[in-house]
Structures are given as structure tokens and as C-alpha cells.
């Protein structure tokens, strides 16, 4: 079993992201080897918080050119989670809406 620090990455600060903080959903960058129940723990773990479901989607790395050279940034999996309605807010966000 993972430590809730090595499945949840860190928080994803994006204007769409900060909007859904508003009706009690949180973004995280998660390990890509986590599934949503892992996730869900580990937030309740973490924030002391409830977890009402979790959102999980795949992203794909950009392609980045520095003169001639190609590469390409990393894989990286986003969890949309939302809380439950009586459950209180996650510190961290709370000063960003």
C-alpha cells in the first residue's frame, strides 16, 4: 500500500480548476499507477475530508521544440475530486477563489 503522499502529487492551479472550487471540486496531479479508490483515501487521509466521487482522466505529454530538437514533456494523470456537501474545504484552496 502507497502513502497518500506518493499518490497525490500535487494541486492543479488553472482558471478552470479554480472554478470548481466553488461547487466543491478539487484537481490533483496523481500517480498514474493510482485508481480512484486510492485516490479517495488518500485524500480523506490527507485533508480530513469526505470524498462524494472522483474524476480521472489520462494526459498526454507535450511536444516541445527547442531549436532542432524535439521532446516531450511527461505523461501525467488529473483527479477531479468532489466533495461531499456537508464535508468541510481543503485549507490549501481556500484564499484562490
Do not use: H
Not at 496531479?29 to 480512484?36: L, P
Not at 485524500?43 to 516541445?64: D, H, Q
Not at 483527479?79 to 490549501?92: H, Q
Amino acid at each position: 500500500m502507497k502513502a497518500p503522499q506518493d499518490i497525490i502529487l500535487k494541486p492543479v492551479i488553472t482558471e478552470k480548476s479554480i472554478d470548481g472550487l466553488q461547487v466543491g471540486k478539487y484537481t490533483f496531479k496523481v500517480a498514474k499507477d493510482a485508481n480512484k479508490l486510492e485516490i479517495a483515501d488518500a485524500i480523506e487521509k490527507l485533508f480530513g475530508v469526505k470524498v462524494a466521487k472522483v474524476n480521472t482522466m489520462n494526459c498526454r505529454g507535450r511536444v516541445k521544440r527547442v531549436g532542432r530538437f524535439v521532446g516531450k514533456t511527461a505523461d501525467w494523470k488529473k483527479a477531479i475530486v468532489t466533495l461531499t456537501s456537508d464535508s468541510k474545504t481543503i485549507e490549501f484552496f481556500d484564499g484562490m477563489y
